[in-house]
């Protein structure tokens, strides 16, 4: 589910019903406020209890806008790569909370495990001018998902991940130039 996708901030929520007719839920980037989170999940009856996790794909302000409050008011896992997470305990917005918070690796060419064991994550890089930016290749309850966000072109490896995907969301940026 796309929460926000743009210039004004970047959030998407992935994920399954558990048994108990519950959810897990693994958040995509934070650019929108808690409250504007708290309410798009609600609206589809979803409660932010059940978020497991929090994935990074790079450190641009529309895509970490509230991640030192996220870091704050939620209990969750943040997964970013080793590089992403250096840079994020240094960026002005995510401010002390993001150095409690509880940081897992990705690490590359290796899938890690997520919600439970009910889903594993991996990334790969993409082209775009920040410290880091990646995509990720999500598989969840038998479906592969694959998200590639500010992507300034597909690599090879973007392309492997994206023949292999049932679903993929890719938002790109315009660029003049690039175009030309």
């Known amino acids: ?5 743009g210039s004004c901030g970047n959030c998407y929520f992935l994920g399954i019903e558990d048994s108990k007719g519950g959810h897990k839920g693994l958040i ?3 650019g929108v406020s808690l409250r504007r989170l708290k309410r798009s999940l609600q609206e589809n009856n979803i409660d932010l209890s059940e978020l497991s996790c929090l994935a990074i794909t790079h450190d641009h302000l529309d895509h970490i806008r509230s991640l030192g409050s996220f870091c704050k008011k ?9 590089q992403l997470h250096r ?4 960026h002005f917005i995510t401010g002390e ?35 880091q930016t990646v995509g990720l290749a999500v598989q969840i309850a038998g479906h592969n998902y694959v998200h590639i966000t ?24 315009y660029d003049t130039k690039m175009l030309l």
């Open 1 to 5: 589910m796309s929460l926000s996708s």
């Open 28 to 30: 995509i980037d934070a």
């Open 74 to 82: 939620l209990d969750i896992d943040i997964w970013a790569t080793e």
């Open 87 to 90: 840079a994020l305990s240094h």
């Open 97 to 131: 909370e993001y150095e409690k918070a509880s940081k897992k690796a990705l690490l590359p060419e290796r899938w890690h495990s997520i919600l439970g064991g009910d889903a594993l994550i991996r990334f790969f890089e993409v082209p775009h001018d920040a410290t």
């Open 150 to 173: 500010d992507c300034g072109a597909l690599t090879e490896e973007a392309m492997d991940f994206c023949r292999q995907a049932h679903t993929v969301v890719i938002e790109s940026n």
